[in-house]
Every structure is written in C-alpha cells, then in structure tokens.
C-alpha cells in the first residue's frame, strides 16, 4: 500500500506493511575502539519529547496532521518511550479474561472498539546526524501497542501491530535534507488486540525505545549460533550461520575470560555456514553460566574494516531424553516464575535496574527460570538471563482467553475462539512467532519456546509450534492450552497445565507418561499465600516426570496514585474508574510492585527452591546434593548452634557431595547436655562474591531442634486477694489485677503502677480474610466464627433478660484462678471458657477451652485477643522467623530470636488481609520505646501483634482507608489455619493444615508485665 486505510486495522490479515524482515538481536560496531567504548555510531536514539495528539477514537484524530506542511509544533510533549495512560491520557485498565471493551461495545473478532479507541499521535522533528547522511535510514521501534501507522514527511512508510517485538522501516526512500517529519498513529485496539488479552494492566503508545540506523556497506543482517555437544558433552560443535548484505571476509575468534581460544578466518557470502570444532568446553547452565566471547570482524575485499559484532555464546544442550527433559545430559527441574515486564511507575516500559534487581533477586532466592508471560521481553532481559544464569520459556505474544472462556470442551463450536482453525489468523500467528524466534535466537538461556498462553487449540497454533521445530530443532516447544483441546495434542512438547493440584498431577501421571510434566502456573501467589507450596516442589524428587513449575507470578501489577489527601499508595484494578476491570487480581506477586522487594512469601519460595538439603539431626545431617554440575564443596558450610535461640557456637565443615549424590556427615559439634533448648543448623553460603550475591549469602539450610529438661519455673512471692461484688481483684509487690464479674473477664492489669490493657481479652476464632479465602468463599463458611468472636457474652441469652453466669474462683495458695464461660452466638449454640491463673509475681497463666460442636466445624484462629495502648509497638519473639510464618507455610524459616516495629508485620498486600503471624513462638513481648511492656509464653504458640484488629483490616481494601492507629493488636493462639495457594478463586487450605475440631481443644498461654 502507498497509503494507511484505517479500515483495515480490525481485519486481522493486515497486521504488516511494508516492515523490515526479522533477525536476530546483535550489536554492531564500527571498530574494536568502538565496541569497547560502547559507541553505536550506527544507531541514534530518537527518545525523548515528541509531539503528541491524545484521540479517544480514529475520528476525533486531526487529519492531515502528517503532512509536511501541518505544523506541529503547539502540540502537547509526551515522553518516548512511555505509555500514554502513564503519562496522563486515557488511564489504565485491570483486565484478567475479559477483553476490556466488553459492555462497552459489542463487538465480535473481525471488529474493533469505535467509539471509544484511543490513538495517539506523535510527531518527532528531527535531522539526521552528520555522520548518518548519505547512507541508507531505518527505523526501529523496539515495542508499540497495539498498532502503530508511520509516515515520513507526509509519506506512508508502513504498518505494524506486534506490540512486542521491533518494527523496523526503510526510510531512505523518504529522507530529505533539513528538517524531517517523523509521524507516528499508535491505535490502542486493533485485530491484534484479540490476540493480546493476557492477565495484565492495558496501556498503549510507544514504550520501548525508537532509534535510527544504519548499516555498513557490508553488514551481517542476521546471525544465527548453535552448540552442538557429542554425547560425552566434551565435544562441541559451534555452528555460525551469517546472512550479510555483501560478500567480504568475516573473522571469528573464541575467547572466554579475554583469552583466545581460537580463530576461523573465511570468505562471507551472502548466506554463511561456518564451524567451530571445540575440545572441553566449560558448560553453560544455571548453575554455571559460563559465556564465551565469539568476536566477528568483517572487512570487504580490500581488507578494510565494515563492522565489528560482539556476541555471547554459551555451550549447552538440551533435549528430550526418553520421556525427560535434559540439559547436558541431566534432568532439569525449573524451579520458576512467570514475570510480566512491570514498574509502578512507567507501567511495561522496563529500566535496567528494574531488569536488574528482579534478576538478582531471583538468584538470591534459588529461582532458576523464568517464564516470559506472556509476550517477548525487551532484549536486556534475555542477555540478564544468559549472563546470570537463569533457564527461559520464551513466550510468544498470544493470549485469547476471553475469546474461549465460556467455550464447553469438546463441544466443536469453536467459531469465536480465536485463533484456533480460523485460516485468515494463521499468518499473523506465524509472523509472531517468526519475530521473536529471529530476535532472540541466541539465547543460550532460552531453552523452551512457547506459543502463547491460555488460547484454546486448534490448527493454528499447532502450525505455530511445527514452526518452532522446522527453525530450531535444538529446543523444545510448549504450548498448555491442549489440555483444553486434544485434537492437535502433539503441539506442545511436554504436557503443561496450570493449578492443577498434586494429586491431580500423580493422578494424571499414573496413566500417561507419553511427556513430562511441568507446571507453567502454580502456587498462585496472590496477597497472603504460597502456602504448601512444598507439595509441589517434593514432588519434583520422587515422580522423575513432574519437572517444575513456575509461580504466578513475580512482581504485583500496582501503580502508584495518590488518595484524595495528596499521600501515595499502590492502585490496583478499578482506582482508576476503569471498567471493566478484575479489581485487586493483579496483586499475584512474590515482590513487591512499588519498590520491587521480596514479600514475605519469598522466605518460603528460596527454601523450596533450594539446591541443597540437609536433615539435621542432633550428632550428624544428611547433605542431599540436588544440583546438576556443582560439588557442595563449591559452597561454605556451618553448622551453627543456639541455645534457647542464642548462638553459641559457629563451626565450618567440609562436604564433598558430587551432584546428585547424598553422604551423611558427623556434625563437629556436641551433643549438649545442660538445660535449654537447642537449635541445630546447617547452612551453605557462598565462597567468593558472584554477580548476585556477595560472599556469605546463604543459599541452603536444614536444621533441628532438641531439648536438654530443665526445672520448671518458680512464682514466687506475696499476694493479696481482693473480693468485691462485683470485682475479684489480685495485688502483688509489683502488680495489681482486676476481673470484672459485670463485664466477663480481665478489665485491669497493672505492672509498675501502669495500666497495661486497654480492651478486656476475649477469646479470638477469627482471622482478617486473604485474597484465597475470598476466592474459596470462606468467609461465607466460616462466618460464625467471625460473629463469635465479635459477639461472645458471658452472658447466656435467655429470655427476658440475658442471665450472666458467674465465673468460677478457686484461691490456692500460692495462685488464684478465676474462669469464664463465654456463650458464642452461633447456630448451634456453643460455649468456651477463658481461665486466668495468677501467681505471686503478676504471671497469668491462661487456658482456653472449647468442646467441638459438630455442626459449627473447624475455625480459623483459636485463641485470644489482647490490645494494648499503640506506644507498645517493639516486638521481639523466640519462634519462627524472621518473616511471618503459618501452618502451610514456615518451612523457610529459622527458630531464633527476632525484632521488629509492630508496623512491620503489616506486609504490604494490595488488599488489607491476614498477615504478621509467627509460628511455633516460645515467648513474645510487646514494648514501648523504653522496653516496658508485656511478655506472653507457651509452647509453639501462634503470636500477632499488629495495629489494627481483624475486623479493621477486613473492612479495607487499601491501605489508605485503614483507620488511624490507637492500639497494638495482639493475638495469641494455638493454631490458625493455613494460607493456602494452589489457586485463589476455589482452592482451599489443605486439610491437614486446618484445625483439628474432632475432640476438646485446649490453649494455654501465659503473659506477664516487663
């Protein structure tokens, strides 16, 4: 075409015109000097302030704006590379399924949205550089949503609509002396937006960068590298395909660590196949990303310098062995996540320190590969994970799911999926697929290539992965969306499912063991979760088809916004009047979305993840070696010993355990013998500084707890008891208690002359609801509880006066006890009671009991609840940590002794909900500034102290509208239940990390000022 039609934009048979062919991703230089100091002198960005037109649809769009002879010059200025929502037009849309036009027009595939559309129009003046003119001038823009019209100096270049790889266009045709007009449409929705309907926030306009570009006289436009390795991985064969624009000379030299390790001269045609036989290469993996330095000087026939092209290599081989996948011989386990390309700030436009952060993060953690979900990333992220050391699932840009959603399975009316059979989809599917192949092919981290996601079946995409597998047959392809339609189930290579639970895949694989198995989401991490996230992760050791998975998803989609009190907070679905939306949905990450830090969940991720395992015992441990190429030797070990969570000791043992082997070591400490409680760990740290990690960083532990009996503590002293009508009151030397017979419980506590309380405890069954819970529906199931404990009496309802019933008082003599019966407002009716036994020096020791009513079930918390005045806000506890821990999710954690701010454990889930708790605590104390305060003990109680109580933290869905701070929260208990994971919308927590509701439940706890 000569010139844009805009009716063509929704006929999916037009998604290119007049575009660059693909190829591969590789720098070029214009001399060594060059290369070294970073000069593209071929390339000159155009980012920046460009000229800007915002149009809610293709009519309201000024006509004519590309011309030569409209000026531009008054427009607004917009930020290259941005998106325009980001940027203060349109705003950002939170879709998960549905296409985020749904009602709001009706639209069906073959259309687009008409009356509401954006597009955005762009104008860059510029003139091109000195050292430019004369040659040929092209043009790349690296990533544009969706769709994107150029012209230069009036004149129709050409159209694109992948949003997420690089259209390229000849300019030279149109170039002129002087100032050029550089204009730009990029169309939010365009038939390429049915295809583009992932679980992720909807921007548009030009995010990546723009550049001009030129090339030498002779220039490889394509390169592609291959690693052949023999059987015995100690040969290889390195493959050098070249398309060049000339014939000439190329040079190739070898090098690793700046050493040469050898050089291949020959002439260069315009298609080149050269070969590299290399003895003992040093393999590349996660575990040892070894990179190589290939070098290619390219001079024409008189022996002159064209261009110099740096490119890494790492020699690796994968494959499928019988039924497994392998890397260099070895069965691979991904231990993964998916990763969108997002920042609170510029949205999917990616900075390299972002890039860089989650990459070191990742490795900090023992993540080991990443799923592009679900489009092409910018370049930098591929050449991270190459250098780093990180196993990729290169996902192409294709997602339909709200095309399909409502389909019935192997019904055969499949007319509105899109793209499965549909002939006129097929091409822009294969040119995608084709786009990200020829751009990322170097990639020794790439090691699967994946359709898309969630899209159904079909011939199309079948076609898509046969694609794949003509062009590179040296890795696998995957696709999970056959599970949905079997009739072109050879299109992925392994079978991939999503959320499905482990006996779900032991079910699965007990009767097809045709592929491996591997999950491309699991453990869906939304807001409080991840928990028995290690069902999966054992599973990986004793079913050899099973061979990972990755966790939805890396980083929470937020946005930074401000309340209407001008203080920021992390938006998330509909904050921007946008619907349709999916609300706080895209809160699933294991890292913050403001400032890209670990959430708690991420303690319990690098623990299954780990490498290495150690079951400790008291004299020996058992060192299980899961690495594939590296020697636990290559980690420091110590084993470290506390005493009642204090070290004591720090010892340095060697281990020398081949991978994939298991010795027992005798431990170089002793058995301890005196009182006290003693925790033995083992633990592996780093030897020498890494890319990731300084020296020290630990990557693996086990460890064990054992007790040496002591003497049972002692309460000594005086007290004096006071009987009111009533009151029942307990004076010590430095206390003073009250219980109060006319409102049920402890209305006083005071140490040092203080009152201590602020809210008479009462017994707790409920906890703030998670993100899981909603999904399950649990607050529904669990409700009662909820009222139980907000409504409990000691007072019994009869008719017509509710009749209080007294407590129970029994005076030792060196304690005084008092029990409460609470009566819970439940259907059936049910009863608990809360004792209070005060000894001589202010200790409270406290037991709660309840008798299991049948019809009410389990609950979620059992325990009691306690507030105090808010300058209580230090703890420091004996138990789990130093993250929050819960039944389904601590073993990541450490048995040690830990502090923080009451505030801290307020973890910054997008949606206010259960955090902050802390298994298996000894002791816990809340104090104010100058250490005065409140100590609680028991026997792997449960312990929270927050600022707010679960009934303040359910009733927001932000941050911003939770109340002002007054009090700290503390909740004691004998268990809460687990978190759960497996998925947030019906998913429940796993039986066994429910609470046992089949005989009498007891909880005894004690407290005492400080």
Not at 131 to 142: E, P
Request: a negative charge; hydrophobic letters at 30%; charged letters at 25%.
């Amino acid at each position: 075409m000569n010139r844009f039609d805009y009716s063509m934009v929704k006929n999916p048979e037009y998604f290119k015109d007049n575009c660059m062919k693909a190829h591969s991703a590789h720098k070029y230089y214009a001399s060594l000097e060059a290369m070294q100091q970073n000069e593209e002198s071929f390339k000159y960005s155009l980012n920046g302030l460009w000229k800007f037109h915002y149009a809610k649809n293709y009519e309201s769009t000024v006509r004519g704006f590309e011309k030569e002879d409209y000026c531009c010059l008054s427009w607004d200025d917009i930020r290259v590379p941005a998106h325009i929502q980001m940027e203060g037009y349109d705003v950002p849309q939170y879709a998960n399924v549905q296409y985020p036009w749904e009602g709001r027009e009706d639209i069906k595939p073959g259309e687009i949205p008409t009356h509401f559309n954006p597009v955005a129009s762009y104008v860059k003046y510029f003139e091109v550089p000195e050292h430019m003119q004369g040659k040929k001038l092209y043009i790349s823009f690296q990533g544009a949503e969706s769709g994107l019209a150029l012209w230069l100096n009036g004149s129709f270049v050409g159209y694109s609509e992948d949003s997420f790889t690089p259209s390229e266009f000849d300019l030279t045709p149109f170039v002129k002396e002087g100032r050029n007009k550089l204009a730009v449409q990029v169309f939010k929705w365009t038939s390429s937006s049915w295809c583009e309907d992932q679980d992720f926030f909807r921007f548009s306009g030009i995010y990546r960068d723009v550049y001009l570009f030129t090339v030498p006289d002779i220039h490889v436009q394509d390169l592609r590298i291959r690693t052949f390795l023999d059987d015995t991985y100690t040969k290889a064969d390195l493959e050098v395909k070249l398309q060049a624009s000339a014939a000439g000379r190329v040079r190739l030299s070898l090098s690793k660590n700046g050493e040469k390790v050898q050089t291949l001269e020959e002439n260069l045609e315009q298609d080149t196949l050269l070969h590299m036989d290399v003895d003992t290469p040093e393999l590349w993996s996660a575990e040892t990303p070894v990179l190589y330095d290939l070098l290619f000087e390219v001079f024409n026939n008189e022996g002159e310098l064209e261009e110099v092209i740096p490119q890494k290599v790492g020699f690796r081989r994968f494959e499928m062995k019988g039924n497994l996948m392998t890397l260099n011989g070895k069965r691979v386990v991904f231990k993964g996540v998916n990763r969108h390309e997002f920042n609170s700030v510029t949205g999917r436009y990616a900075k390299r320190e972002d890039v860089l952060k989650d990459i070191v993060t990742m490795k900090q953690n023992n993540i080991n590969a990443i799923r592009t979900s679900h489009y092409p990333n910018d370049t930098m992220v591929y050449e991270l994970c190459d250098e780093y050391g990180l196993y990729m699932i290169a996902e192409n840009n294709l997602e339909s799911h709200g095309s399909w959603d409502t389909v019935k399975e192997g019904s055969g009316e499949y007319d509105a999926v899109v793209p499965c059979d549909r002939p006129e989809w097929l091409p822009m599917m294969l040119d995608r697929v084709n786009s990200m192949y020829q751009r990322d092919k170097n990639h020794p981290s790439i090691l699967i290539w994946s359709c898309g996601n969630e899209s159904f079946g079909g011939k199309d995409i079948y076609e898509m992965s046969q694609f794949y597998r003509k062009e590179d047959p040296t890795r696998l392809v995957h696709y999970e969306g056959v599970m949905h339609d079997r009739r072109y189930n050879d299109t992925s290579d392994m079978e991939s499912q999503m959320y499905t639970s482990v006996e779900g895949i032991k079910a699965f694989l007990a009767k097809d063991k045709s592929k491996p198995f591997i999950c491309c989401e699991y453990t869906h991490a939304m807001g409080n979760s991840c928990g028995a996230m290690h069902k999966y992760t054992d599973l990986t050791d004793t079913e050899p088809l099973y061979q990972g998975g990755f966790i939805w998803d890396y980083i929470d989609q937020s946005i930074d916004k401000k309340d209407r009190y001008g203080k920021e907070y992390q938006a998330y679905g509909g904050d921007f009047d946008e619907h349709p939306c999916d609300y706080n949905f895209s809160g699933n990450g294991i890292v913050y979305g403001k400032d890209r830090n670990p959430s708690p969940k991420m303690q319990e991720v690098k623990f299954n993840y780990q490498n290495i395992t150690a079951q400790v015992e008291k004299d020996k441990v058992k060192v299980i070696n899961k690495n594939l190429f590296v020697n636990t030797d290559t980690f420091q070990c110590t084993v470290i010993l506390k005493k009642d969570g204090r070290q004591i000791l720090s010892v340095p043992m060697d281990t020398h355990t081949e991978p994939l082997s298991e010795d027992i070591y005798e431990l170089p400490v002793p058995v301890q013998t005196l009182p006290g409680e003693y925790t033995v760990t083992v633990s592996f740290s780093l030897k020498e500084d890494t890319l990731w990690a300084k020296k020290g960083h630990e990557v693996a532990f086990g460890e064990t707890v054992y007790k040496v009996e002591k003497k049972a503590e002692q309460h000594k002293g005086e007290m004096k008891i006071i009987r009111s009508v009533h009151n029942f009151g307990v004076r010590g030397e430095n206390f003073e208690v009250m219980f109060s017979y006319l409102n049920g419980g402890l209305v006083s506590y005071r140490y040092g002359d203080v009152e201590m309380i602020k809210m008479i405890p009462k017994p707790n069954f409920w906890r703030t609801p998670t993100d899981n819970d909603e999904g399950c529906l649990m607050p529904g199931r669990y409700g009662q509880w909820k009222l139980a404990s907000m409504y409990l009496s000691h007072k019994k309802p009869t008719l017509p006066y509710p009749e209080a019933k007294n407590p129970e008082i029994k005076v030792k003599e060196n304690y005084a006890q008092i029990t409460f019966t609470y009566f819970l407002p439940t259907t059936p009716a049910a009863e608990c009671s809360l004792s209070y036994k005060v000894y001589p020096d202010g200790y409270i020791e406290t037991a709660l009991t309840y008798d299991p009513v049948e019809e009410l079930g389990d609950m979620p918390e059992f325990g009691v609840m306690f507030k105090f005045d808010a300058d209580y806000n230090h703890v420091s506890w004996y138990g789990m940590g130093p993250e929050e821990t819960y039944e389904d999710r601590q073993r990541g954690a450490k048995l040690g002794i830990y502090k923080n701010m009451v505030q801290d454990n307020m973890a910054l889930y997008l949606n206010p909900q259960e955090c902050g708790n802390k298994t298996g605590v000894r002791w816990a104390s809340v104090t104010d500034k100058k250490g005065r305060g409140m100590l609680f003990t028991g026997d792997g109680m449960n312990f929270s102290a927050l600022p707010y109580t679960p009934h303040e933290l359910e009733n927001a869905r932000h941050d911003f509208e939770l109340p002002q701070v007054h009090y700290t929260v503390v909740r004691v208990s004998k268990q809460q239940m687990g978190v759960g994971g497996d998925d947030s919308w019906g998913a429940r927590t796993h039986k066994e990390y429910l609470l046992d509701v089949s005989r009498k439940m007891e909880f005894q706890f004690g407290f005492k000022g400080i």
